[in-house]
């Protein structure tokens, strides 16, 4: 095993060489290894290629520590809430019966504890699993049907790095609903790389929101989010790029029980100098599964967007249906996305297809309304909301659904 000391020279210059100065044990050791066997991207890293992250990885942090609740208000109105803040938990004000809440140390975690991300390529899950303080388990009983959204709140502030980390088993014919939002308390620079695990097991249903909307100069989010679908089980997900200097997602789902359900919608809406890069992955490992993904996104000034969405159909997964779609509009001639749908197809009898648009405001549908008496400015609000409400609409959640458009008037001015 080699010592951090030794593993201490591969990180000078970056965020982690002073995090290697903590003690660690074995366990841990063993992920920073992995991880500097990785190293870091850069521009010849393909998985990274159009997202720059050099002026983040060589800033210095804090090291995060336990801090009280911030006297910062929830986002959305939501009877039930954990608080992570700077990845320590904070608070569970999630008062569920059928719900289970643990914070596990190293020697609890159990066999599905980081399966999803155990051979994966990128650096940024086994960082996490380095660095990571305090492991959030939530477990949903069997046969639950909770109405309710549980809200996850990842908050962080104090100019740190902070590495959340959260697991959820959703039981056998479970119904579970969860929110997830990363937010700031304050203005300072942070970085935070989270990594959320979801289980579904055999017939359960979940749906999960992941809501990005941070405020201040050079914060940035490096979120992987993971799940695995066992047979009959549907996981959703719905994820929106409201706001923050740099947003990117690792988003993957591995369908591996026949009859498995994917959803994956997503809405990006990025302005000023934003960056917010999407990489999705689905697999379907098994035969008579089914996805459906599309992620749609609102550009203007300055900002660059990137939708990479990859499908792999195995050999064995017979009988799929997976469909992917990605469009954008651009409000702006600065601004900029990198689209790039795939599809990589092993078996023969398959309903799969893919696409994608890139273009701006329809000019016919702004002159039609324009000859019915519609001002200009409503015409245009009127059609980007039209665009971005196919995937808002989809939000269960009518004072979440509500805040989201309230946001997108607020970030697009219109």
């Known amino acids: 095993m080699k010592s951090t000391e030794v593993l201490s020279d591969n990180w000078k210059g970056t965020f982690i060489e002073d995090l290697v100065t903590r003690p660690l044990n074995d366990i841990r050791i063993a992920y920073l290894d992995k991880a500097t066997q990785i190293g870091l991207p850069d521009s010849k890293t393909e998985y990274w290629k159009y997202t720059r992250i050099r002026k983040y990885v060589q800033k210095k942090y804090n090291h995060p520590v336990p801090s009280s609740l911030p006297n910062i208000p929830s986002l959305f109105k939501t009877e039930h809430h954990i608080t992570v803040k700077n990845g320590f938990f904070i608070e569970n004000s999630c008062r569920i019966g059928e719900i289970k809440i643990e914070v596990l140390n190293d020697q609890q975690t159990g066999e599905n504890f980081n399966r999803l991300f155990e051979n994966n390529s990128d650096v940024f899950p086994h960082l996490n699993r380095a660095f990571c303080n305090d492991i959030v388990k939530i477990s949903v009983l069997p046969k639950a049907e909770i109405e309710a959204t549980v809200h996850v709140r990842l908050i962080h502030d104090d100019a740190s790095i902070a590495f959340p980390r959260i697991m959820i088993e959703a039981g056998k014919l479970s119904k579970s609903s969860f929110v997830f939002t990363i937010e700031t308390a304050d203005d300072s620079e942070w970085l935070t790389i989270p990594v959320i695990e979801i289980f579904a097991q055999e017939s359960s249903h979940l749906e999960y929101l992941l809501i990005e909307d941070f405020h201040g100069n050079d914060q940035a989010a490096i979120v992987n989010l993971a799940s695995q679908h066992a047979a009959n089980s549907t996981i959703s997900g719905l994820v929106f790029n409201i706001n923050g200097k740099l947003i990117r997602n690792n988003i993957n789902h591995h369908l591996t029980g026949g009859g498995a359900e994917a959803k994956l919608y997503g809405l990006y809406t990025t302005h000023g100098r934003m960056h917010a890069d999407n990489h999705t992955f689905i697999e379907h490992a098994v035969a008579n599964a089914h996805s459906d993904e599309k992620f749609k996104g609102v550009l203007t000034g300055r900002s660059r967007a990137v939708f990479n969405g990859k499908v792999l159909v195995r050999q064995d997964a017979q009988k799929t249906q997976a469909y992917q779609a990605n469009d954008n509009i651009m409000l702006s001639d600065e601004a900029e996305v990198d689209a790039k749908p795939e599809l990589e197809i092993y078996a023969d009898d398959v309903k799969c297809s893919h696409g994608c648009t890139v273009g701006k405001l329809d000019d016919s549908a702004m002159f039609y309304m324009q000859t019915r008496g ?41």
Do not use: P, T
């Open 374 to 414: 519609i001002s200009v400015n409503m015409a245009r609000k009127l059609l980007i909301q039209a665009f971005a409400g196919e995937i808002i609409e989809k939000v269960s959640h009518e004072n979440i659904k509500s805040k989201i458009y309230e946001r997108l008037e607020q970030i697009l001015e219109i």
